[in-house]
């Protein structure tokens, strides 16, 4: 397994973690096979954002003594009042579910304030006491750190913005990066992808990412495969469906990204998801969609990693990503990035321009011109 930091919460968590949405209403026997399963492949992290009582103690019940094992993001406002997934701002409501949540497994690593997408969200977290609950949560050690959900660009910067928050779990996909920022994601998961509204890489995303990059806020994913949308045949966007690896590698090579949680209700379907450490650069490779699109890529770094072996030793796509931050505000760079970009052992200066990495990047990436302008501005 390979662990990545989440942010400034200090704590590493391994890039692939168990969504347990899926092991709800399934036998103890199940939830045990798989969180074994989960465990045997030094997976820490766990999503549990489900109410219900059952799987929550189905899930404990399985860790057992190897609770302190795993990180646990556990959802505040996560409720089931109406027999259905729900989201409730109501304390005295929220409270009992969280409580219940404590319980079954002591303390929560991550609490997250439960998806925050629109200003009716928002208010309910920023302006009712549910904010206030959450920080004497964790003075009092019952969770660890600040977390919080979101499909929405924009309300998820205006969260971070509040300086509250430590890391996020956010829905990334390549297929939900190429629809303009007024599109509601969930909206079009429901009624099925569309390729036409697709406008190129939108740009309020993007500044998500890097801004998460920039303030220390570590990303997990959810949506990672949209849904199963992008893997099946009958509903991807693109002419043909991307693999789970694939999906992975996306939302990996996001700047912030720590972690993908990916839902599995098996053993057989933790395997096929841990297979991903195994596979070749070639096979996680998801360019090869995107040159299928309507939509122009020219000149801008996706972070693919094509362009690799550089003669020079320079990482180019993590070299890009934290020009992109950089270039954001070039006045007010962040003094982790900077010691980031120097504590790369090879960066922009490095270049001897010899042109190998422009003659392989998909997407004409000016490199040399982006290697010469890192090595000013960082400089
Ligand atoms: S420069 Fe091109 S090939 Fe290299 S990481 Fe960026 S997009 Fe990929
Ligand atoms: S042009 Fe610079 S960054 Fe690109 S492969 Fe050559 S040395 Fe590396």
Known sequence: MEYREI????KRGSIIGL?????????????????????????NLLDVFMPGNEVRENIAKALGPRRSEVMIQGHIGSTDLRKQYDICRDLPIAKQYFENLLHHFGYIDFGMMFFVDSEEDYQGVFETGFADYVQKLKQQGDIRHIGFSSHNPLMAERVIKTGLPEMMMFSINLAFDLYPVETYTLDQLHQGLDKNAFCGFD??????????????????VMKTLGGGKLISPEHTPFDKPLSVAQCMQYALSRPAVASVMVGCQSRAEVLDTVRYLELSEE????????????????????YCGHCQPCPAGIDIAVVNKYLDIARLDTEHISPAIRSHYSGLS????DCIGCGNCEKRCPFDVPVIQNMAEAARIFQ
């Open 7 to 10: 942010g400034k919460t200090g």
């Open 19 to 43: 969504g347990c949405e899926h092991l709800d209403g399934k036998p103890f026997e199940q939830v045990k096979e798989t969180i074994d399963a989960a465990l045997e492949h030094d997976i």
């Open 203 to 220: 740009p309020t995303r993007a500044a998500l990412y890097t801004l998460c990059e920039k303030m220390g806020i570590g990303i997990t």
């Open 283 to 302: 096979e996680r490779d998801y360019t090869h969609i995107m040159s299928t699109l309507r939509n122009d890529f020219k000149g801008n770094c996706v």
């Open 346 to 349: 090879h960066n922009g200066s």
